[in-house]
C-alpha cells in the first residue's frame, strides 16, 4: 500500500504561482512514475503533469511552459510548480503514485483545490 499527503492547495490570483506537493509513504519501492490529475468542476479527471523513477516527464498540452514537476527521492516526494496560473486552471489536483511489480496500481491522494481567481 502506498499512502499520499497532498498540501499546496488554495486560492491564488491569476498570473501567479503555486507549489504543490506530493509525499508518498508506504510500500513507495515499487512505485516507478508519480503525478497529478485535475478535474475541473463539471470535468473529468485529466493527466496534468507525471515523472517517472528515470525522470521521463510528460505534461499536458495546457500547462506546457507554465508547470515544472521535480521529484525529492530522499523526501519521497514530488512538486509541482505551477507558474502563470490561469482561471481554467481551477480544479482538484490529485497526487497519483503507480506502481507496476506484477499489476499496475493506481494510488490516489485525497485532492487539493486550486482556485485561480481573474
Known amino acids: 500500500q502506498v499512502q499520499l499527503v497532498e498540501p499546496g492547495g488554495g486560492w491564488v490570483q491569476a498570473g501567479g504561482p503555486r507549489r504543490l506537493s506530493c509525499a508518498a509513504s508506504?510500500?513507495?519501492?515499487?512505485?516507478?512514475?508519480m503525478g497529478w490529475n485535475g478535474q475541473a468542476p463539471g470535468k473529468q479527471r485529466e493527466l496534468v503533469a507525471t515523472i517517472t523513477s528515470n525522470n521521463k516527464i510528460t505534461f499536458a498540452d495546457s500547462v506546457k511552459g507554465r508547470f515544472t514537476i521535480s521529484r525529492d527521492n530522499a523526501k519521497n516526494t514530488v512538486y509541482l510548480q505551477m507558474n502563470s496560473l490561469k482561471p481554467e486552471d481551477t480544479a482538484v489536483y490529485y497526487c497519483n503514485a503507480r506502481t507496476s511489480v506484477v499489476v499496475i496500481v493506481d494510488y490516489w491522494g485525497q485532492g487539493t483545490q486550486v482556485t485561480v481567481s481573474s
Open positions: 508506504g510500500t513507495i519501492s515499487g512505485i516507478n512514475a
